[in-house]
């Protein structure tokens, strides 16, 4: 593999993030991506992400990126103005976070995990673009590239044809996609995917699944055909960092250890 391999912080999402920093670095990582989950992580806890940044930087470990926070609890797309201004206000303080952890690249859903959003489909729509826009300009605020990320096919964005209209309404420059290999594979488009956003391609997130839910398997643990999306990345000029994103659920350690072939292709 001809891209330097990260991992997601995500993997031991269920615990504070501070405990697994040294687990990934003896694993031979350098580049992490900062999962947000509550108990992981809280981004309007200053003083503790200036001590993060510190360890991080104690560790030799790099913030590439930050997934910002996510669900139902956080949706850009709510009807509810309320819900919409919660949201932006926790994805405002998310882009803080990234700013003092050292990171550049802002990774966020286009829209939330509520499924209702097709029965109002061209203005939720409308509301992705709309807010996408308000954290674009936070991001721009603090010199960080907003990263638009493929969903799974039942949300928001999730078809390539909505994914597309919501990209093409949202500000060139400052503006990249995150092609997430388990979310595509399971709409039947991972390939198309990684072809169709060729020119503003800036992030991946791999893991596998078994074909019916996004497990979180490290790849190879799944049916994904990895040889075919490396193949596909390559051809789409893709430069950035292989972010595996993969879930530690019981012993984390043992999840690492797995992931030690990945990182030994780098």
């Not at 697994?20 to 989950?37: D, K, M, N, Q, Y």
């Not at 510190?54 to 669900?71: C, E, N, Q, T, Y």
């Not at 509810?80 to 700013?99: E, G, I, K, M, V």
């Amino acid at each position: 593999m001809r891209w330097e391999v990260g991992l997601s912080t995500g993997i031991a999402y269920r615990h504070p993030i501070e405990e697994v920093l040294p687990r990934i670095r003896s694993h031979g990582f350098e580049a992490i991506e900062v999962s947000t989950a509550p108990p992981h992580l809280d981004v309007g806890d200053l003083a503790r992400l200036r001590e993060l940044r510190k360890r991080i930087d104690d560790l030799g470990l790099r913030v590439h990126s930050l997934h910002a926070p996510f669900g139902h609890d956080v949706n850009l797309t709510s009807p509810d103005q309320s819900q919409r201004r919660d949201a932006l206000h926790r994805l405002t303080l998310a882009a803080d976070a990234l700013a003092i952890l050292g990171g550049r690249l802002y990774v966020i859903h286009p829209g939330g995990e509520d499924q209702r959003w097709v029965w109002d489909r061209e203005y939720r729509l409308a509301l992705s673009v709309e807010g996408l826009a308000l954290v674009w300009r936070a991001c721009r605020d603090r010199d960080l590239t907003l990263v638009v990320e493929t969903p799974l096919p039942h949300l928001l964005g999730g078809q390539p044809a909505d994914f597309a209209w919501i990209l093409q309404r949202l500000p060139a420059e400052g503006t990249a996609v995150c092609v997430d290999t388990s979310h595509c594979a399971l709409g039947g488009t991972l390939l198309d995917s990684i072809a169709a956003n060729a020119g503003r391609l800036a992030h991946v997130q791999a893991s596998d699944n078994r074909g019916h839910s996004d497990d979180h398997l490290a790849p190879g643990h799944g049916i994904l055909d990895w040889p075919a999306v490396e193949q596909a990345l390559e051809a789409a000029r893709f430069g950035g960092v292989f972010m595996l994103e993969v879930t530690g659920e019981g012993d984390v350690g043992a999840c690492l250890d797995g992931l030690g072939a990945w990182k030994h292709r780098a």
